[in-house]
């Protein structure tokens, strides 16, 4: 069982940037780090897609839309898992949320909005 809480989203211009971070509580018995912890988003009226992920090897992958401008990374120490955010462009304009996988499970954090305008 894992609890996934969200935190650092907000409003910013286009051209900045904002570090989102997802704090884990996991189950006695499991290790945050043996999951895999990934960023989604969901645009009004789209569909939820992915952002980033990084495996418990940290083998990292991007969307091709945020390459360059987006890394995750994760702290083990915290059970946490963040998302830089940088050269933020109006179609980032999101709702973030946070997922752990450890096949078959999967867990979902609450979200947190991003919202990118002048």
């Known amino acids: 069982q894992v609890q996934l809480v969200e935190s650092g989203g907000g409003l910013v211009q286009p051209g900045g940037s904002l570090r989102l971070s997802c704090a884990a509580t996991?189950?006695?018995?499991?290790?945050?780090?043996?999951?895999?912890m990934s960023w989604y988003r969901q645009a009004p009226g789209k569909q939820r897609e992915l952002v980033a992920r990084?495996?418990?090897?940290?083998?990292?992958n991007y969307a091709d839309s945020v390459k360059g401008r987006f890394t995750i990374s994760t702290d083990n120490a915290k059970n946490t898992v963040y998302l830089q955010m940088n050269s933020l462009k109006p179609e980032d304009t999101a709702v973030y949320y946070c997922?752990?996988?450890?096949?078959?499970?999967?867990?979902w954090g609450q979200g947190t909005q991003v919202t990118v305008s002048s």
């Open positions: 990084i495996t418990w090897g940290g083998r990292t």
């Open positions: 997922n752990a996988g450890f096949y078959p499970a999967d867990y």
């Open positions: 996991v189950a006695s018995g499991s290790i945050f780090s043996s999951y895999t």
